[in-house]
């Protein structure tokens, strides 16, 4: 497999993670965002929605959307359970990731801590209600994780592992997280899987092709 | 099972529009958004995101987010193959709808024809970015089914009614769809299913509760 992918992207670091908590081994592809290569010509004719990460099969097959690829990297591993309910309230938290969460906590990261640019006015507004949206978010799943260890079911599962990507570097986007104990202790489970890697790290399964 | 949902909503319609289809009854409870009702202490009790569409299963489990909703009531429908591969690009489509689409066609549809108060200045500058990447992601959609009838493999799935109940109605939100003939051809095949049913009309299956 290939992973096309952006190191500082917690939506690439999603599947860079699962490939390192399950061994599967890829080659790996830089992609600098910032530099416009997303929007490439070469890129766009590998996925035309223009964004990473993308996983290229062996077989020449392209997957694009994290999420979508955590689903497929996860069949037949103890990261997507077998039940068919437990399955839809992983996606039901994998879409209020992508709806609620991310764009909230991760473009004010973007905009603070990866951008490099001052922000705008009007993104200045954005802010105050990127960061009313990020806290209710936050909010939402420290009330589940006062109540279980993990977002669902009884073990970790791809819902952990999509909301952790964004969620354990909040505080770039200006999120501190004091105010949620269960969701730090849920980072801590998770950071001590066997196999974890940092966000910053490739993963030893995944070499520069 | 019990339905959330508030008429006016795509997201709410793909649950309504996918039950008709497979021809599954449901009890419909209104909740009307602009009066703040999926924000009462009621409310908040189904569902801490505060969000409709919500599915209240006869056992009492609740599931939101209307993506994941879509994929539980299509176990074991046409609508749902059973090739994984198909599975996770239909997955690719549904997270794009909520990233790439919705977020800036339900979004300008929703200042434009539901709200019924004027933009702020920066809601303009902001919709002038959701129409520049709202006609990106049709223009993606665009791409695929000038290809293909649908959106993923050989038949309609989840993929095609997740993304027909926002793109349908775009009009609304200031997308005309005249330069995308592949989307137009699309939208009428969608609309001769049988059992298809209108945004705005309860499908007969679903009764007032």
New interface residues.
Partial sequence: MDLYDYLPSGNGYKARLLLALTARSCRYHPVDILRGESRSAAFLALN????IPLLVLDDG?R???????L??LA?GTRFWPVD??L???I??W???E???H??NIATARYWLSIRGTPLT??EQ??LVQKQRAGH??L??ME??LAAAPWLVGEGCSIADLGLYAYTHVAADGGFALDAYPSIRSWCARIEALPGFVRIDTLPSCVANA
Same sequence: chains 1, 2.
């Fill in positions: 035309p929605d223009g964004r097959r997957l694009a959307q994290s999420n979508a690829i689903f497929h069949q068919a309910f399955q839809a309230e996606l039901q994998l879409f209020f992508q709806y609620s991310e764009p006015h009007c507004e954005s209710a978010a909010a939402v009330q589940r």
